[in-house]
């Protein structure tokens, strides 16, 4: 598990620390930042560095790794940016036969020392200027030139929200020390950080704010067979998606939902129309069509507002329900059963009575919003899905490529999560070991080229199968 805490939290458990007041975390946290530097470079003898450093601590752990970068033959260049310094990581630096300047041009790598998790966010103006002078992007629109190392986080994010305020520092790889923060995790923040590299320095931390499944959690979390289970035993997920205007919802979504994760998958269009069914049956003759008890209902895609109707009485069924496309905008409380919704950010928006921008510049907090209004699982579709609870855990997939922008890729995953409530996991896991799993799926299918959403619903038995130990 990747786990997530608040700046709080890490102060916390910082002033807890028998190893704070000696200044040994921070050479903990120097030592690691400067061995991903060397790691990134592939060396540090003749490399080119130059470290951006601000007032705080932040530009104290630049100055540390700065000194050891020093010792072992890198060139390195500390350009302040403010009239106080970390004296001793200073000291250190000069005593390494590191140097300060005012100005500096050309670089290996660019350490972002500029500010913290103590920083407010957006960039001052000088930081903006020498990032430019350097060639390090503060916004999306500028290509960048020499590699960036953020220190703990880029400069310019706020810590605890995933929000973007101002401008920023935008990282090839930021390096964090004790725990991930929020805004590594979370959209649009987390865009920013590059690749994300912990380094432990021996912080004691309660329960995380967010956090993010790993392939070892959701081994552990899949349901898998036993030996006395038979069909029924494994569970029923019932389908109603698609409808005589919409076919191909209701394949998509019945192929997400027979992975095979469950033991058997019960069909009926939205609009009850049967020529709809007939197709399903003929893509996938293992779907049954009888009316039948079901473990949990995926009611979904197509229908437009006969999705109200498919709703209602699959609510009536009195079983866990993920609630999809058309099917959201039927919801107007709390369901009556335990339920997934499953919005992108402009359903979400409307769920919310909010603007679509606003949901996506604010990802948390809309979901955790939709999490608390609805009593039910929120998950927020997104590059970086947002799965919340009602009690306010939050969970973020890390797992997916750009490519699974395309349509009838949350057909599919409905279907999948459907799947995961029948075979009896509790809504917060069926969602989001569903968005694991579906990432995976479509990373492996589209192979960093093009992809479909049958192509990752094709795809969904084998991500399976790698999760699971081998026989
Ligand atoms: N404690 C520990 O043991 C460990 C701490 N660790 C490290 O310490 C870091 C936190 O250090 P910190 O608390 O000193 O805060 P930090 O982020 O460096 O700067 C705060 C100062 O910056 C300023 N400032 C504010 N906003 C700004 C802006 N937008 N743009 C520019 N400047 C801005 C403002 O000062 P001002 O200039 O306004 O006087 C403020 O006082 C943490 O991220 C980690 O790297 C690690 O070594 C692990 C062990
Ligand atoms: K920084």
């Not at 359903?347 to 907090?365: I, K, N, P, T, W």
């Amino acid at each position: 598990m990747r786990h997530a805490h608040t700046v709080a939290q890490v102060r916390a458990a910082e002033e807890a620390s028998p190893d704070l007041a000696s200044g040994v975390l921070m050479q903990r946290a120097a030592r690691g930042l400067a061995h991903a530097v060397i790691d990134l470079l592939g060396g540090a003898y003749g490399r080119r560095v130059v470290l951006l450093v601000g007032s705080g601590d932040n530009g104290g752990d630049a100055l540390y790794a700065g000194a050891y970068l020093a010792r072992r033959g890198a060139l390195v260049d500390a350009w302040l940016l403010s009239e106080r310094a970390h004296p001793g990581g200073l000291a250190a630096l000069r005593a390494a036969g590191g140097r300060t300047v005012a100005s500096a041009a050309r670089a290996d790598v660019v350490v972002d020392g500029i500010v913290g998790i103590g920083g407010r966010p957006g960039l001052r103006r000088e930081a903006v200027a020498a990032c430019r002078a350097l060639g390090v992007r503060v916004g999306a629109d500028e290509h960048a030139r020499p590699l960036v190392v953020s220190v703990d986080l880029p400069s310019g994010l706020d810590a605890d929200t995933g929000r973007v305020e101002g401008s920023h520092v935008m990282a090839d790889l930021t390096v964090t020390f004790g725990t991930e923060k929020v805004a590594h995790l979370v959209d649009p923040a987390a865009a920013a950080c590059g690749t994300v590299h912990l380094v432990d320095i021996g912080l004691d931390l309660p329960a995380a704010a967010v956090e993010a499944l790993q392939q070892a959690d959701v081994a552990t979390l899949l349901p898998v067979p036993e030996g006395a289970d038979h069909k029924y035993t494994r569970g029923v997920v019932g389908v109603r998606a698609g409808s005589a205007t919409y076919p191909g919802a209701a394949r998509l979504c019945v192929a997400g939902a027979a992975s095979g994760l469950v033991g058997m998958v019960r069909f009926r269009a939205v609009d009850g129309d049967e020529d709809t069914a007939r197709r399903v049956v003929a893509a996938r003759p293992e779907v049954v069509t009888n009316a039948g008890r079901v473990q949990a209902w995926v009611v979904g895609s197509g229908g437009g507002d006969r999705a109200a109707d498919a709703l209602a009485e699959a609510v009536g069924d009195g079983v866990p329900v993920v609630v999809d496309a058309d099917a959201l905008a039927a919801v107007d409380g709390p369901l009556a059963v335990p339920a997934v919704l499953t919005p992108h950010a402009g359903e979400l928006a409307q769920l919310l009575g909010m603007e679509r921008a606003e949901v996506e510049a604010d990802q948390l907090s809309a979901v955790r919003r939709a999490a608390d209004r609805f009593g039910a699982v929120v998950l927020l579709k997104g590059r970086r899905t947002l799965v919340a609870e009602p009690a306010g855990r939050v969970r973020v997939n890390t797992t997916g490529t750009p490519w699974l922008a395309t349509a009838g890729a949350g057909d599919v995953l409905a279907g999948l999560i459907g799947s995961l409530l029948a075979a009896g996991l509790d809504p917060f896991d069926a969602a989001s070991v569903g968005c694991w799993l579906h990432g995976a799926a479509a990373t492996a299918a589209s192979a960093g080229g093009p992809l479909t959403a049958s192509a990752v619903a094709d795809a969904l038995s084998a991500a399976v199968r790698r999760v699971l130990p081998t026989p």
